[in-house]
Nanobody
């Protein structure tokens, strides 16, 4: 059984940085395309960033230039470096794994999910 566990969330001020981590267990990270999503109260889950098996990345326009997704296959860990945080980045952030190929931005095409980690950005 594949398990994903996020960590690194917290309360920060606007302009600060955070790094989220997602530890994958049960199968090697290199088997999956990985993504980060977020969900703010009252809103739908939103794509943030994805990284494919070869390391190619894709970021949503709302975070491009501020957030960076990366993966460390030997550590079975995916990261989301978040810089220049804004109050509108406040949400629960989820890590997800997909068996598909290519860039996948739809939550429905991800097969495994973590429990989420809260990120709160104060103004």
């Amino acid at each position: 059984q594949v398990q994903l566990v996020e960590s690194g969330g917290g309360l920060v001020q606007a302009g600060d940085s955070l790094r989220l981590s997602c530890l994958v267990s049960g199968r090697t990270l290199s088997s999956y395309k990985m993504g980060w999503f977020r969900q703010a109260p009252g809103k739908e889950r939103e794509f943030v960033a994805a990284i494919n098996r070869g390391g190619g990345t894709y970021h949503a326009d709302s975070v491009k230039g501020r957030f960076i997704i990366s993966r460390d296959n030997p550590k079975n860990t995916v990261y989301l470096q978040m810089n220049s945080l804004k109050p509108e980045d406040t949400a629960v952030y989820y890590c997800a794994a997909s068996n598909e190929f290519g860039i996948v931005t739809s939550a429905a095409r991800y097969d495994y999910w973590g429990q989420g980690t809260q990120v709160t950005v104060s103004s």
